[in-house]
């Protein structure tokens, strides 16, 4: 690279981050001043009052008021409560996301359930081919039980595949390893023209980019909370379940916490209303106020604001890569269209691995998805414009240096 | 009652306090002299260095190490570890046991399985008639799916219900109503006779008395961690899967935790040895490593001691309640013979929800289970003899006063 295009790459960044209404979200954070943070698709980072939050969680409300915190404290209502606050980030009016288990869970509860609305006579499920393993492995655990078969389809091969046997369709918003955004609306569409119920996995969306789930008519969504929404490791998960689906919604996990009458104890299972019947088991009361903390980070934010800041951030940290990087040395994997993209850069690279190691030595933190894919993630709320040229600027030096091979 | 009774049962009591070889036990908890807690059957009691801990995990393992504490903290491998520290407590051998999920969502995966590992031809699913609501809901769901039949069957009743058509039985170890201890040993034995797999609910029995999984050859079993074992509000579950059983252990939820290589990241689904085969999704450790610190209150205590001292406590505490309470006024429902007896003693009574009202109001905590029962749970390692006393001493004042009604 030259030296002029580096200055002005410098002096752009901080030009961006002079102007960037979300620049002071940063302070909120535990961030290291001498690092980049790049694998906020992963785990985000902590919010820095949040243990603060969870000491009192601890020590009077479990400590001091022991059981009666499931009244006083809120616990026995927290999933929905946390829910609720999530709703919006993704695009939800209250009353349809409910914060429980994990993400694999869910799409357990959602794919079977999916596959009960759509009803009898439809025997196939098709599942995003490019998937998040886990989404596959569970979604064929369903269609074992229920009889159902998979289809694994690449998402924009789905308007194909659809037809009269499909009885629901697991996609993602994101894909993990491209950072590829793929189309909800239209896909959402396709598959209820074909009389389907479409279930959509937002781990890589929620928090990044808006997801739009009650204006593009999702039925069904399963989410986790521990990525851009800073929940913390293995934070739960949540489904979310349409309205007008709410009283089809035939939970395989029909758990006391699910009951109409859960302290009724009675021998006969009977749902309750709304989204209270995505709950399982007792909720974990730690990590869920954990995260309930957590999302006060985003007091004040709209998605939208993240969305213009993550595709300014993404767009530039490409545009540095291109003018430090040894030519040829690596490639974009992630989509060039804004309309096509997540809130990730994926960079394919001969010996990804001792790469993302020196990286990492050097305090630029993203990771490596096998065998060649250098993932890093952009969170709008803490990373600025000046770390995406710093990251890109240590990239093109450990490429052009002897770590590789 | 007689001063001489009640003076003579406060001295017993503080006598056998003093020779309580676990009394100095109830310093290592959040707890205050001027109330008895008898509730940690539902919510163990918070141990006093657990929100240190936590607060480590929060600002150094997440705050500072971020996404390099899933190796560097150990956080990767902890559904293992803390099992094998559960183990210990529950008569297991190391590598069963496997920290993960709720309790509810433990018992469908351990049905699913049991009646997969009991093959073909068998299509009756034994419920324990008088069990934890959840737990019936659940087997109720899984048998739906495998197309298996529920037959609801009183514990007693068992043995004569097996037969050629049983594949899984679904028993509480402890019945969380009555307190009534069942016959773990023969029931395991009666069900293996038949040719069945058994399935223990040991919630209302793990931390509080013997359980002997692998001595009595208990084929798959799940538990909760926060009564007995004090790990917080709603802390993850997990399921026992005897060795001889985990090769065949084909859970309904292959999430990609329990995928033999999980960052391989493969379309294909291959179960990974050992009780890691009973993980699903991603790990929730916040909770999970509250539960790990809260477990340091074992350290150097046997199940045994536990046991011995819970017999003596509610032994006590049902003598105390017999001199001290207006005639006639409650009964037990717990059974008087020790080897019938879980680690609470359970009360019928009329007007119970005011009595309980009233009891926790002046420092009594117990918990209700309707229509009539007051449940009180005596855990060794933090309730006393002159805490048993003094509970049953307000339990007659409260009975013989003016709020019942």
Redesign the interface.
Known sequence: MSETSRDSLRERALVLDAADPLAARRKLF?L?DDGV?L?GN??G??P?H??AR??DV??RQ???L?????DESG?WTAPERIGDRIAPLVGAAAGQIVVS?????NV?KAV?AAARIAGEGRDEILVD?TT???D???A??AAR??GHRIV?VAPADVPAALGPRTAAVLLNHVDY?SGRLHDLPGLTAAVHAAGAVVVWDLCHSAGALPVGLDEHGVDLAVG?T?KYLNG??????YPYVAERHQAAFD???????S?ADP?????D?APADGSVRGR?????????L?LEAALDVWDGVSVDMVRAKSLALTDFFLECVEAYAPAGRVTSVTPAAHAERGSQVALRCDGAEPVMRRL?ERGV?G?L??PDVLRFGFTPLYVGFADAERAARILAEVLAGDTVG
Do not use: K
């Open positions: 535990a290291d943070y694998d992963s785990l980072a902590l820095v949040v243990p969870v000491q601890l020590t479990w400590g001091e022991r059981i009666r915190s499931w616990w288990d994990s993400t694999s869970v357990f079977v081919a998040f393993p886990t596959g492995y569970i064929a655990s039980l229920t694994p390893r986790c521990y913390g490791p293995g934070s739960p998960a939970s395989p996990l029909p758990g006391w916490n009951h302290f009724g104890m009675t021998p299972y399982v088991g007792t909720p974990d009361i730690v990590s869920m954990t990492i933190v990771d998805r096998r």
